[in-house]
């Protein structure tokens, strides 16, 4: 039966042109006119593909979206230098937050360790690093640092040159934050190169009640134990989120499409999740996982998240430390032609984390991982867009994650905890 369902997809040519209409809706930044279009888009196919009118699962939440910003070097030669406010960083107040600026590299652990007598009042320059590695520390680790050293205001610099700013969730609170925004590379380099810097940051957000939702669908097996299968909706405004995450959603859809007539013949059911806010702490993961009384959640044998799936032709599986989980990955993997890394620690990149910390087995398949040079290396630039993306590689990551989905749909026993 599973040949037979991947047959059944190489037949099918939708992959692509869900990839690039998805990615036609632009960067879907939560809460944007291009998020709900995308949104209506994806209702509408997986209805179209299940036969099932998606449930939307409205989430309410607190808004947020930029209005103006701006970065001005105020010492000597007034310089001024575009910026990006980080997502749901606080405004400034209207004449802006004027502070000397302290460059630590990288903003390791150690390096505010060995500052941190001079970060006190100061605005704290780190460098983003490459997303998926081993050694990468995330910036809301950074910016959480700063805070707890009394730095009053945060930048973080694009790590490429000629690329422009880089952008991302600041780890702001409605409770606690301090003004975030992203900068290029260039604009760091020459503010870096200042003997001392004193700089006028200004950031200017608006922040409302709004409602979005998740779109499920659920295909039933025999019985009520279920796969869930899930991609991100939401994106970031600089460019397309073709990569993180198009990818995800267009190999949902063909994965759908494939399941969806021989779900009769299937132990497991198919649970089709496309999640929103991802981009905001994983909010819409979040709220599904605690809107299931715990008898649903058990019924959760595995979650298999797709997020950033192209971009490199190299895939890992994130294993979230459930070792018979990523034994069964990779001998399942292995049987259908692919050789594939894993990744074993828990990682809170994506919604899988949701998941995996109500204790069900969750993996995330992601491209590039401990690859700097690929294509990856341009998430949360303006540069995650469709041509960084080859088709052979989406539908590679595609015809992999349709495997590991009908091995664990038919399967008679499943046990990955």
Known sequence: MIREIISTYFQNPNLHEDFHAICDTGGRFAGSKREEDARFYLSNRLKEITGIYPVHQNIKYLGWSRVDASLVQINGTQ???????????????????????????????????????????????????????????????KYQWAMDHGAVGFLIACHLPQIGPVTGSSGATPEQGIPAA???????????????????????????????????????????????????????????????????????????????????HCKRGLRIALFNIEEWALAGSAFFLEELDPIEREAIKLNINLDTIAGSSHITALTSEFQKLEDWLLSTARSHGNEISAHSPLMANSDHFN????????????????QPNSAIKFLLTPRDTREHVAHEDLENSTVLAMALVAEACSTKKLDLR
């Open 79 to 141: 310089r001024s230098f575009p910026c990006v406010p980080l997502v749901r960083s606080p405004s400034t107040a209207s004449d802006g937050l004027v502070a000397e600026l302290i460059n630590l590299g990288r903003g390791s652990k150690q390096d505010f360790h060995e500052n941190a007598s001079k970060i006190q009042g100061r605005v704290v320059l780190i460098q983003h690093e490459y997303m998926f590695s081993t050694e990468t520390i995330h910036r809301r680790r």
């Open 182 to 264: 992203g900068v290029s590379f260039e604009t760091a380099q020459a503010l870096i190169q200042a003997e001392t810097t004193q700089v006028r940051l200004y950031i200017k957000t608006n922040e409302k009640p709004c409602e979005t939702a998740n779109l499920i669908v659920d295909l039933p097996g025999q019985e009520d134990e279920w796969v869930v299968l899930s991609a991100h909706v939401d994106g970031h405004h600089l460019a397309e989120s073709a990569m993180d995450n198009a990818t995800g959603l267009a190999a949902v859809c063909a994965i759908a499409e494939a399941m969806a007539p021989y779900m009769k």
């Open 355 to 370: 998941f995996a910390r109500h204790g069900i087995p969750a993996v995330r398949l992601v491209t590039g991982f401990n």
